[in-house]
């Protein structure tokens, strides 16, 4: 039988503290608060009593995820302290973290409290809000409901008060240290980390400051808030599903690796790059390599991508100004610059909804074409895979299906495949009788 959460109202927890701490004469060091060590009130109360912080960064991403899906307003949390409803799902996104672990290193919450019972004090406000143990209370309320017997100690609850004076800011910044600590502590998931660590940015903490209360560099904060941006755009602009967070837990190194690589672009440059990682995570379960492995196609290959792209459907990448280059080829395309072709037209295809998953299919195409033709360079194989490929596809033509319009084009094309291949064909024979001198 499931836990039920019973909410007393605020002056009754606050009262109910209040008398237990003036009749407890013990206390334990504390040493996260304000930078310097404290030693705290030790009281027990009943288990009913702690009320779940909502705004505990752990459970941030089931929380949005929740309210999507129910049609919650986007505050149903954060303004849901008091709401027994709002703290029964509380309860059970918690006692789902309480029963999971980190293989070979941390053990579920709930298996240590079934073999040690509470250990340490859960830390909670005068209010009766737990600041730090979230998911051992959860883990005690489940355990207790299931067998008050057996678990008879956890009728009570052993806390750890903060001083009445502590602020927001102070109750943030202990369970950001508590969390933060090298430690055997269940990591937040990685979306909840960069919440934590941008919200925390946006409060106005200097970046020495915030580098300190992480234990992170420069350098890993800016990458955890681009990866974070990015997550949101491709959530809210392609997507359609604004903080359903739980739909990306599984992409980290992909945003990470989209915050790095589009970071450097500008204009229609960047967005194409970003369009293109957005339809590579689309298809992330079915590529038949890892993610990693795509990071070029949407950084220093972007630019071959998006021409090789263009050329599969035809698209005329609109001219905008001068451009350097004279090899003649139309789909050349510099991500970088400012000048030559546009590329918006690629841009409304790629934004097209309907065309979506024939797009996906062609880019995924590409890259993989591109990622085999660098394997190629490096063991000399390139030019005889390009061959039997482009030999294989126009094995494939179907002439009797062409429309009839398109009869000019297809000789045009035809002709400029027979060129090349007299063109390759004549260094064949140069390069096989040079072969032929140099062994005689």
């Not at 899906?69 to 849901?80: C, L, M, N, Q, T």
């Not at 030999?391 to 495949?417: F, H, Y």
Request: charged share 30%; net charge negative.
């Amino acid at each position: 039988m499931a836990y039920t959460v019973n909410v007393e109202p605020a002056h009754i927890r606050e009262a109910q503290i209040a008398e237990r701490a003036t009749e407890s004469d013990k206390t334990e060091p504390f040493y996260e608060y304000q930078s310097q060590p404290y030693d705290l009130p030790v009281i027990l109360v009943p288990l009913g009593l702690p009320i779940y912080r909502m705004a505990n960064f752990r459970t941030r991403t089931a929380q949005q995820a929740y309210a999507r899906r129910e049609g919650k307003p986007a505050d149903y949390f954060a303004s849901g302290e008091e709401n027994e409803a709002a703290q029964q799902r509380q309860h059970e996104f918690l006692l789902k973290y309480a029963n999971t672990g980190r293989e070979g290193s941390v053990a579920p919450i709930i298996d240590v409290l079934k073999a040690e019972r509470q250990r340490q004090p859960i830390l909670i406000t005068r209010r009766g809000v737990v600041v730090n143990g979230n998911r051992r209370l959860a883990a005690m309320r489940s355990l207790f409901e299931e067998d008050p017997n057996l678990y008879r100690e956890f009728a009570t609850v052993k806390c750890q008060l903060l001083p009445a004076t502590a602020t927001e800011k102070d109750i943030v910044e202990v369970e950001v240290r508590l969390q933060m600590k090298q430690r055997t502590e269940l990591d937040y998931d990685w979306i909840n980390e960069c919440i934590a660590i941008r919200e925390l940015r946006d409060s106005g903490r200097p970046m020495k400051e915030l580098m300190a209360l992480m234990n992170k560099k420069k350098v890993e904060i800016d990458d955890a808030i681009n990866a974070l941006t990015e997550a949101d755009l491709y959530l809210v602009e392609w997507l359609n599903r604004g903080g359903d967070y739980e739909a990306i837990e599984d992409a980290k190194q992909l945003f990470f690796d989209i915050g790095e690589n589009v970071k450097a672009k500008t204009g229609d440059a960047q967005e194409v790059s970003r369009r293109i990682a957005w339809l590579l995570a689309d298809r992330r379960s079915k590529l038949k390599r890892r993610v990693y492995d795509f990071k070029p196609m949407f950084g220093k290959k972007a630019d071959e991508v998006a021409a090789k792209l263009a050329e599969r459907f035809g698209v005329e990448l609109d001219e905008s100004g001068p451009s350097d280059d004279e090899d003649g080829d139309d789909f050349a395309v510099d991500l970088g610059g400012n000048t030559g072709p546009t590329l918006r037209p690629l841009i409304s295809l790629m934004d097209d909804a309907t065309r979506r998953d024939e797009v996906s299919d062609q880019l995924v195409e590409v890259c993989e074409g591109i990622i085999e033709i660098e394997r190629d360079k490096r063991d000399g194989q390139m030019p005889l895979n390009l061959i039997q490929s482009a030999n294989g596809k126009l094995s494939e033509v179907d002439m009797t299906r062409a429309a009839p319009g398109s009869l000019d084009a297809i000789g045009k094309q035809l002709d400029a495949v027979q060129a090349n291949v007299d063109r390759l064909r004549g260094f064949l024979e140069r390069q096989r009788a040079e072969t032929k001198s140099g062994v005689a």
